[in-house]
């Protein structure tokens, strides 16, 4: 519960993670090792150049102090010792010390010399490499100058300016690296969604060994579930196909009937005719045509003029946005006239709205029925199922597989098809969403 709130600041996709994984220990080791070169390094180094220093300048103090000063104006040359010494005003030593703000070993030359040295009073580490010492000897306030690399290495900072490129260096190949590697995962990730949304895209395993186990399974699902929808497809085409030839020997027979003893049997068979074509339908399911780039507005209005020309009261209420969806035309336009279909049959109005938005789609169809109840709208969906209850007979058979198709298309376009109650005209609201 306590790194509950880590989640949020994590990365969400494999390689942002695994990225991660890899950058922190990296940078970890970077910190660990610049503390570590600093405290054990860096500073050992300069307090050992900087006692080696003071040795010379205490020696210095001692020639000053031999020294023949005339009039104050002490200035000695001290090759041996590689130094300068001059006498300065008393004010002099009472000014602070200075360093550049980048002179990270400049404090610890600082407080080394000051702590070494009691005659020191200021100390000044110049820009252009120098040492500036304010002391109070014996002769009077004096300043010894010498070059700054007798008390801290020179480019102290090349350690960690190579640790940190070569990190970074480093750094850049894995990622290359690891993006290779992450590459069949995420064309397994593409094929198994185009597969969900009813396409089939090739695709061969590749990358490490439990990559390809996890795509040489994929394939494997995909094939035996291609395999078993086509055998319900050519199990139901059969029995439907068999089924039209009686029934066709079945129409030549009653038209030699009188009207009386006619009608009714011919009712039977047109209806036995639907259950037929609606299976053939249930069938084919979203297996026809191919995705395309389609125009959904366009889509519903033909849809809606078909049923139109049938008699039917159905209207295109309202449209929202514009755009084209890939769609499987074919499979979509059957869904959608399942639902107006459904709609005429168990209400007699219909609406058909449309609205496209940059993330989804959505094709409306409402009804002023009696509806479904919300406790039934699971089991409306399956397939041979009809909710006598809360649909009305009277007004035309049915076989249960008109919302079951549907919901087989949207599914099949990575959809989904939610039923509801309509606000506008109090039946049945049912709704086709699909991600653009």
Excluded at 260 to 275: G, S, T
């Amino acid at each position: 519960m306590t790194m509950v709130w880590l989640k949020h600041y994590m990365p969400r996709s494999l390689y942002g993670r695994a990225a991660l994984i890899l950058l922190l220990p990296v940078v970890f080791l970077q910190v660990l090792v610049s503390v570590l070169f600093a405290q054990r390094y860096f500073e050992d180094v300069t307090h050992q150049m900087t006692d080696a220093a003071l040795r010379e300048v205490r020696l210095a103090l001692r020639v000053i102090e031999t020294a023949d000063v005339q009039g104050g104006a002490l200035r000695l040359e001290l090759p041996e010792l590689a130094m300068t010494a001059r006498a300065i005003p008393a004010e002099d030593l009472s000014r602070p010390d200075f360093r550049t703000w980048d002179d990270f070993s400049g404090r610890i030359v600082t407080e080394r010399l000051k702590s070494r040295l009691p005659e020191l009073r200021r100390v000044v580490l110049t820009a252009d490499k120098e040492v500036r010492l304010s002391l109070l000897s014996a002769a009077g306030p004096v300043e010894i100058t010498f070059d700054r690399s007798r008390v801290s290495a020179s480019n102290p900072h090349q350690l960690l300016v190579n640790m940190v490129f070569f990190g970074i260096v480093i750094s850049i190949v894995a990622l290359i690296y690891l993006r290779n590697q992450l590459r069949p995962i995420k064309r397994l990730a593409s094929a198994a969604e185009a597969f969900g949304r009813g396409r089939v895209e090739p695709f061969s395993p590749t990358g490490a060994t439990e990559v390809r186990a996890a795509g040489a399974a994929f394939v494997d699902m995909r094939g035996r579930i291609e395999r078993q929808m086509e055998t319900r497809t050519l199990m139901l085409s059969g029995v439907s196909h068999d089924l039209r030839t009686p029934l066709t020997r079945m129409r030549l027979a009653l038209s030699l009937l009188e009207d009386e003893d006619r009608i009714p049997l011919e009712r039977d068979v047109d209806e036995m005719q639907e259950m037929i074509d609606a299976f053939l339908d249930f069938a084919k399911g979203a297996n026809e045509g191919t995705a395309e780039p389609v125009d959904p507005i366009a889509l519903a209005r033909s849809v809606v003029e078909d049923a139109q020309r049938a008699g039917q009261d159905v209207i295109l209420a309202d449209v929202q946005g514009e755009g084209e969806v890939k769609l499987r035309a074919a499979a979509m336009r059957r869904a959608l006239s399942n639902l107006v279909g459904n709609a005429v049959r168990y209400a007699g109005r219909a609406e058909v709205s449309v609205m496209l938005t940059d993330k989804s789609m959505r094709f409306r169809v409402e009804d002023d029925g009696p509806g479904i109840a919300e406790d039934d709208r699971a089991r409306a969906v399956r397939p041979f199922l009809r909710l006598d209850a809360a649909r009305n007979q009277d007004k035309g058979g049915g076989t249960g597989l008109g919302l079951a198709i549907a919901t087989d298309i949207a599914r099949a376009h990575g959809g989904t098809l939610r039923l509801g109650v309509s606000d506008r005209l109090g039946g049945l609201q049912a709704d086709i969403v699909v991600a653009r």
